[in-house]
């Protein structure tokens, strides 16, 4: 019996495997890109929603929700951590055929990302009021950052683990079930935070209590979908100890927290420079970091969408096919953002205005918004070629570029900028990291393609 449902479980995955190593590149690319970039954008649709619903309460609890973002940031970079880690290794053992060692990764991430969520969320409670001042909070916001904060941590363990199933889920090819997961989530988000903020009068606390029950029921259903017979079921005798795991967890896992820590740092720095200039500066950065993180998601979408494509044709050695999906994939970003960022940037004041009614909030947040708007093309190459590294075990070139966007250019910026152009500097700072961002991009891929070229 318990042969025939491995058995079970693993019919499907074959397939995957035929699909991704030898449709053509468009085809796999879009086939995967597509529910990724749904989900993505789904997912930052009910931030969005979130930030719309709290504007509707005052500036300081608006101001809060983007104070407590870096924390919300930190618990995704648990789990992307875990989840990409896992996720990379998962699809090399596919693409070679050796399914075993997968299914060991997959239970082992999945545990780990647990009691990384767990440890959150008591060092989190126990530092709560410190943590809320560390995080840019001005006395006018502390009060709703201690009460948004104290509920989000809870979700911590949560929201880890759903990183890790839904990465897992998308470098195993089945991103269809991934989105699915996400936007239930995504749907009962939107239902829950605005019952508990208006129709229990909960105020910002209800936003967050709506939130995490949103989360848990998203990670509910994404656990019952990864024991389908086309997932790796998570299984705790499947849980391992081996170094070698936490290894390639390391390898692959390392770029993406890199990223998202130090985006946090950026985002607590960018919320401390803007303070400087009132609760209103902070709000409209606030905003500006949902509403690009909306575009972004459709980079980050389809760099998620073309990594499985990746781990499967590197393990299997198709060297000039992951050549050719990091080409289709930055041309299918830029046509994306084409799309996008052009209107944004002509209505930039009214899609603020549209998340608060403030002027000051409107002012800064639509300049900032609309310097970011322009670099957002080169942002697309960067994230392409983090990924190919990413998910083709380059860790040391991988982490660089993943830390140049928001660590290593931003974090100076972010100290100098404002100094010499005052309010305008926070609100250039990311576009100009962007740019250096791009330009030390070039010579990393450059050597990147021709070694895959030589192989």
């Known amino acids: 019996m318990a042969s025939t449902a491995t058995n079970a479980r693993n019919q499907g995955r074959p397939d995957n495997r035929t699909f991704l190593t030898t449709a053509p590149v468009g085809k796999v690319i879009s086939t995967m890109a597509v529910p990724t970039v749904v989900s993505m954008l789904v997912t930052s649709i009910y931030n969005i929603a979130d930030t719309y ?12 929700v983007g104070v407590v973002f870096p924390v919300m940031s930190i618990i995704q970079a648990i789990g992307f951590f875990f989840g990409q880690g896992s996720g990379t290794y998962i699809s090399r053992k596919l693409g070679a055929d050796e399914k075993h060692d997968a299914d060991l990764m997959a239970s082992t991430a999945f545990f780990s990302a647990l009691a990384s969520g767990l440890l959150v969320t008591l060092l989190g409670l126990a530092w709560l009021r410190p943590l809320s ?3 840019g909070s001005t006395p006018t916001i502390l009060p709703y950052t201690i009460d948004y904060l104290g509920v989000i941590l809870l979700g911590a363990p949560l929201m880890t683990c759903s990183m890790v199933l839904n990465n897992q889920m998308r470098f195993q090819g089945n991103a269809g079930k991934a989105m699915f997961g996400m936007l239930a989530g995504a749907g009962m988000n939107l239902i829950l935070v605005p019952l508990f903020i208006f129709g229990f009068k909960m105020g910002i606390l209800g936003c967050a209590i709506g939130t995490v029950l949103a989360q848990a029921f998203g990670f509910f259903t994404l656990l019952a979908m990864s024991r389908s017979k086309e997932n790796i079921s998570i299984k705790a005798k499947s849980f391992s100890t081996h170094r070698i795991y936490y290894r390639e967890i390391l390898r692959g896992g ?29 709000a409209g950065m606030s905003i500006v970091g949902r509403l690009s993180f ?8 389809i760099g998620q969408g073309f990594q499985p494509f990746c781990g ?3 393990g299997a050695g198709n060297y000039e096919r992951v050549r050719k999906g990091i080409f289709y994939s930055i041309k299918l970003s830029l046509s994306f953002l084409a799309l996008l960022c052009i209107p944004c940037f002509i209505f930039s004041p009214e899609i603020i205005y549209l998340l608060r009614h403030d002027p000051q909030v409107v002012a800064v947040g639509s300049t900032a918004f609309r310097w970011q708007l322009c670099t957002y093309p080169l942002a697309a190459i960067i994230v392409v070629s983090t990924m190919a590294l990413q998910t083709s075990g380059r860790a040391l070139m991988a982490n660089i570029l993943s830390a140049s966007r ?11 900028l404002p100094r010499i152009f005052g309010l305008l500097g926070v609100e250039m700072c990311q576009a100009v990291a962007d740019l250096f961002s791009f330009l030390a991009t070039i010579p990393i891929m450059y050597r990147y393609l021709e070694s895959i070229r030589q192989r």
């Open 406 to 416: 928001n660590g290593l250019f931003f974090i100076p910026l972010i100290l100098i």
């Open 312 to 314: 499967f044709n590197y």
């Open 133 to 135: 001042r560390a995080l």
């Open 53 to 64: 619903f709290v504007g509707l309460i005052n500036t300081q609890a608006t101001a809060a």
């Open 254 to 282: 390392t770029p993406s927290l890199t990223r998202q820590v130090l985006a946090c740092i950026s985002t607590i720095l960018l919320n401390v420079a803007a303070g400087a200039y009132g609760d209103a500066a902070i």
């Open 294 to 301: 909306v575009i972004f998601a459709t980079i980050l979408g």
